[in-house]
């Protein structure tokens, strides 16, 4: 099983063809369900980021937000739709928040994102009839958040995490899977199974590891 989920993961698009996008929007819990669920994002991770402490933890984070970092195909979905995403789900001005840990934050990687950022910015302020006070910056860093943090609710279900861990015998390879995060999503009421399962279809792997991560899924006990 370790062989297969290891295959699949290095069939899937190249890290070196992959985009990133990092934001934050509350707590980063259900961002990691909502981003991993969605076809295109590879992989999701939680995290800290934007302040000037040293090693941010979750009881020491200092100026640091919560965060989630998206690792994306962009011929599949784009940044701009990632983004679209972003400021869709949450309220993107700062008296909604108290203090740093939740704040709306964003950052851009390459001056391309930079550009969507201000082109969407100005498209959701006119939906807004308001201006939009998300923090946008160049990124400058990111911290990964404890194990216990990444695909938290999948983690929530214990049965389902013992017949998962044949595939994922180390917490990191859960971290980074795609399979995990579109569970952690499903779990979290985002899409249907029978999506994924239309999805895994799709997928850029051998036919038996399709057919066993199709198993898996239904074989699941929740």
Known sequence: MKTIISTLEQELPDTAVLETATFGMGCFWSPDAQFGSLPGVIRT?????????????????GDHTETIQVEFDPVQISFGEIVREFWRSHYPNRDAYKGRQYI???????????????????????????????????????????????????????????????LYPDASLLTRSTFAARLNGF????????????????????????????????????
């Open 104 to 166: 709306s934050l964003i950052f851009w990687q390459s001056e391309a994102q930079r550009l969507s950022l201000e082109k969407l910015k100005k498209e959701k302020e006119q939906q807004l009839n308001e201006p939009v006070e998300t923090e946008i910056r160049p990124f400058d860093g990111f911290t990964e958040a404890e194990e216990r943090h990444q695909k938290y609710y999948l983690k929530r279900y214990p049965k389902a995490l013992e017949q998962l861990a044949e």
């Open 45 to 61: 991770r939680t995290g800290y980021a934007g302040g000037t402490s040293n090693s941010p933890t979750y009881r020491q984070m």
């Open 187 to 222: 779990v979290k009421g985002f899409g249907s199974r029978q999506q994924l399962l239309e999805e895994i279809g799709e997928w850029p792997i051998a036919d038996k590891h399709r057919a066993l991560l199709r198993q898996v899924l239904l074989e699941l006990k929740w």
